[in-house]
């Protein structure tokens, strides 16, 4: 785009809003089949991940800007498991069943994960986390052939999210 500011509509997913943006587009990331813009948000004064899918309205402004130094904006593609990222990560701790160990231990989830092979087959995985919305969804998909070990924090957010599954399905 040579270096050109662009205007857009942007839909949030969470509330259907929609808001006028202009970005200065620095890098585009595929991910999950989807296309995400990282781009400085002039109004907010701050970098955004923006799904192209929900942008309407594009207009390459005729006003071009300098680019940043990618240090000041890498850390929102890599540094932690998942699309949410943050310049600040936690170690999170999954203890998966004997039975799913054997899947997951062939599986990359990250490039700074650990893995630890437990006594009874089962299988301990730690890997960099920045926001918890993906991951709990990521954890509740193995049902209970997994357990959040560690941060509690989590821990708590996959129980909340249980105890509230367990009141739909009660009969």
């Not at 990250?110 to 890997?127: A, I, K, R, Y």
């Not at 509740?140 to 129980?159: C, H, K, N, W």
Request: aromatic letters at 12%.
């Amino acid at each position: 785009m040579k270096r050109h500011v662009i205007g857009f509509t942007y839909r949030f997913p969470s509330t259907g809003q929609k808001t006028y943006c202009l970005a200065e587009p620095h890098h585009l990331q595929h991910y999950m089949a989807s296309w995400v813009l990282i781009a400085w948000c002039r109004l907010r004064k701050d970098w955004r991940k923006l799904y192209l899918a929900r942008m309407t309205h594009v207009l390459v402004e005729p006003e071009t800007f300098d680019p940043k130094p990618v240090d000041q904006w890498k850390h929102l593609l890599e540094g932690a498991f998942g699309i949410f990222q943050a310049k600040e990560t936690i170690t999170a701790v999954l203890k998966f069943t004997p039975f799913l160990a054997r899947w997951i231990k062939e599986q990359l989830w990250h490039p700074h994960q650990t893995m630890t092979h437990l006594d009874d087959g089962g299988l301990e995985l730690s890997l960099p986390v920045a926001d918890f919305r993906e991951n709990k969804l990521k954890i509740l998909q193995f049902g209970a052939d997994v357990e959040v070990i560690s941060p509690e924090e989590l821990r708590q957010e996959v129980r909340k999210e249980i105890d509230k599954m367990a009141k739909k399905y009660k009969q």
